[in-house]
Nanobody, 123 residues
Framework: QVQLVESGGGLVQAGGSLRISCKAS????????MGWFRQAPGKERDFVAA????????YYADSVKGRFTISRDVAKNTVYLQMNSLKPEDTAVYYC????????????????WGQGTQVTVSS
């Protein structure tokens, strides 16, 4: 069974940086896609970024492009989200997710989810 555990969330001032991590376990992660999503209070869960385990191709939502960077460490089965120039509107619970099928589309269709980590950006 795939397990995803996020860490690294916290409180940061606007303009600051934060890196969150997602440790994956339960299978061999040499294929598939890992994604980051976020959900602010009263809003739907939105796609933030994704990365392919094989090759490392990355994808970003327009709202974070140029500020956030997704990366992976294959040896550690860990995916990171480096968040720079943070804004109050980035405040949300951030979830990592994984999928191993229907890999053409990276913004939806994830099968496994972590428990989430809170990121709060103060103004």
């Amino acid at each position: 069974q795939v397990q995803l555990v996020e860490s690294g969330g916290g409180l940061v001032q606007a303009g600051g940086s934060l890196r969150i991590s997602c440790k994956a376990s339960g299978r061999t992660f040499n294929s598939g896609v890992m994604g980051w999503f976020r959900q602010a209070p009263g809003k739907e869960r939105d796609f933030v970024a994704a990365i392919r385990w094989s090759g490392g191709t990355t994808y970003y939502a327009d709202s974070v492009k140029g500020r956030f960077t997704i990366s992976r460490d294959v040896a550690k089965n860990t995916v990171y989200l480096q968040m720079n120039s943070l804004k109050p509107e980035d405040t949300a619970v951030y979830y990592c997710a994984s999928k191993f099928r229907n890999l053409v589309i990276v913004t939806t269709g994830y099968d496994y989810w972590g428990q989430g980590t809170q990121v709060t950006v103060s103004s």
